[in-house]
T-cell receptor, first 113, second 115 residues
């Protein structure tokens, strides 16, 4: 089934540990995005990628890094997790950047203790 | 910078009653507007969008939204809600389509439909 997969579904992590959230899409979309969702704040863009090989910073990039080595994969890395990074993380993709519909993955629930 | 305001964090309503979820955006020369729905424990799904043309846009499950430029609003309405409409609804906006434009989301409105 075409779409976006994210792994893991949920994770509890000790502060200071490194963590990579995985995201894979099979729709051959050019653009991909990482959001975090927090109660009362809605979705905030962390990083994005217009196309393979390029990335950009969103609204809340600090403490996160991304890479886009190919079209399908867009991993998000927390180099040294902190409790404020406890959130639900959504990966999304769109055929072209901007106006086209963004398709969302099921999310990863991350708890940093 | 573009901003989107959803004043109602939660809207309780009885089944078969009408509902309106409010969304206002900051004024811009060009703006493109979206409503996304998030069912419990799922990702977001596009409900409807306004890009150009008719200011009234409709979804396949009975929701509609009207782009009102003078009031900078894009309120979502449904004349008769079902229990299955219980979800969180996010309004989102982006500006002109030149170059990469990031979606800006509102804080969401939780629609609670009870029997």
């Amino acid at each position: 089934i075409a779409g976006i997969t994210q792994a893991p579904t949920s994770q509890i992590l000790a502060a200071g540990r490194r963590m990579t959230l995985r995201c894979t899409q099979d729709m051959r979309h050019n653009a991909m995005y990482w959001y975090r969702q927090d109660l009362g704040l809605g979705l905030r863009l962390i990083h994005y990628s217009n196309t393979a090989g390029t990335t950009g910073k969103g609204e809340v990039p600090d403490g996160y890094s991304v890479s886009r080595a190919n079209t399908d994969d867009f991993p998000l890395t927390l180099a040294s997790a902190v409790p404020s990074q406890t959130s639900v993380y959504f990966c999304a993709s769109s055929e072209l950047a901007g106006l086209n519909e963004q398709f969302f993955g099921p999310g990863t629930r991350l708890t940093v203790l | 910078a573009q901003s989107v305001t959803q004043l109602d964090s939660q809207v309780p309503v009885f089944e078969e009653a009408p509902v309106e979820l409010r969304c206002n955006y900051s004024s811009s020369v060009s703006v493109y507007l979206f409503w996304y729905v998030q069912y419990p424990n799922q990702g977001l799904q596009l409900l409807l969008k306004y890009l150009s043309g008719s200011t009234l846009v409709k979804s396949i499950n009975g929701f509609e939204a009207e782009f009102n430029k003078s009031q900078t609003s894009f309120h979502l309405r449904k004349p008769s809600v079902h229990i299955s409409d219980t979800a969180e609804y996010f309004c989102a906006a982006t500006r002109s389509n030149t170059g990469f434009q990031k979606l800006v989301f509102g804080t969401g409105t939780r629609l609670l439909v009870s029997p």
